[in-house]
C-alpha cells in the first residue's frame, strides 16, 4: 500500500494522529522536500520523533524516476510524507495515478492546507477565491507572465488570488521579492495591484500577517520562511474589518 500523509503547515504537532500511526507502522517512509517544507522542523527532528529512516525526495525522484517508490509499495507499506495537504499538489495526483496502474492500493491521509488556513489568518472568504497561481524565480531569459496574468483575470471577476512563492533548494521566496517580481511584470503598462496581504509562517504560533500596497509590504520585515502572498478582489465589508482588526489593513 501507498499511503499519502499531510504534514500540515509548519512543525512536528502539525501532523494529524492517523498520519503518526501510518508512519510509525509503515516499512519505508519518504518525504517529498519541493513543492513546500515545514520550516518549523527538519527531516532530521522527524527521524527522531518517528523513530524511522526518512528517504528525503527531490522533484526528479518523484515525476520522473518514481519506481523505487512504487516498487517498495508493491512489497509493503510505504508512507509518503508531504508539507500541507497531500492532493493540493498535481505531482501528487500522478504518484497516485501510477500506483493504482501498477495495482498498489493507496490512501490518503489530510493534512492542515496553505488553501484553508489562508482564509482563517485574512478573513478573505474561501468562496471568493478564484484560480491560484505561483511565481517562480526569474532565470537567464525565461520571465512568465503567467501569473499576473492570471491575478488580473480573477481581479476582473472580483476573486481573490492566492499566490504561491518559489521553493528552491537554497532559497524561499519572500514577499517583497514576489511584489518586485509583479511589479516588473507590470512595468510600463496601466494595470496596477492596489491591495496585497503577505502571510509568513502559516501554522506556527505566532503568523505574520499584514495587508496594504505593495510599498508598505515591501517595507515589512516578514521573518523566515515559508511566505505566501494573496491579491484580493474587492472586499466585503467583514473582510475589511478582518484585515483591519488582525492584519493592520488601512483603507485609503
Not at 11 to 37: H, M, Q, R, W
Not at 41 to 51: L, V
Not at 116 to 123: D, I, K, M
Request: aromatic content about 8%; some cysteine.
Amino acid at each position: 500500500m501507498l499511503i499519502f500523509a499531510g504534514l500540515g503547515l509548519y512543525d512536528l504537532d502539525d501532523i494529524s494522529i492517523k498520519g503518526f500511526n501510518a508512519i510509525k507502522e509503515a516499512d519505508l517512509v519518504f518525504l517529498e522536500a519541493y513543492t513546500s517544507i515545514l520550516s518549523g522542523t527538519t527531516p532530521g527532528e522527524m527521524r527522531e520523533r518517528y523513530g524511522k529512516e526518512i528517504i528525503v525526495l527531490k522533484r526528479q525522484d518523484v515525476e520522473q524516476e518514481p519506481e523505487p517508490i512504487l516498487d517498495a509499495a508493491e512489497r509493503g507499506n510505504v508512507v509518503f510524507l508531504t508539507g500541507g495537504d497531500p492532493m493540493v499538489s498535481t505531482t501528487h495526483a500522478d504518484l497516485r495515478i501510477r500506483a493504482k496502474e501498477r495495482g498498489i492500493q493507496t490512501r490518503i491521509i489530510h493534512g492542515s492546507s496553505i488553501v484553508s488556513a489562508v482564509c482563517g489568518l485574512t478573513g478573505l472568504q474561501n468562496y471568493r477565491f478564484g484560480k491560484s497561481c505561483s511565481i517562480p524565480y526569474p532565470s537567464h531569459n525565461w520571465f512568465p507572465k503567467t501569473p499576473l496574468d492570471t491575478i488580473l483575470s480573477n481581479l476582473k471577476q472580483n476573486l481573490h488570488t492566492l499566490v504561491y512563492l518559489d521553493i528552491q533548494e537554497n532559497r524561499f521566496m519572500s514577499v517583497r521579492e514576489g511584489i518586485e517580481i509583479l511589479e516588473r511584470l507590470m512595468d510600463g503598462s496601466s494595470e496596477s495591484i492596489p491591495l496585497y496581504v503577505g502571510v509568513a509562517r502559516a501554522g506556527s504560533d505566532i503568523p505574520v500577517v499584514f495587508a496594504g500596497t505593495g510599498e508598505r509590504l515591501k517595507s515589512i520585515d516578514f521573518g523566515p520562511p515559508l511566505h505566501i502572498i494573496v491579491v484580493p478582489a474587492r472586499l466585503h465589508e467583514i473582510e475589511e474589518e478582518y484585515l483591519k482588526d488582525f492584519a493592520g489593513y488601512v483603507n485609503q
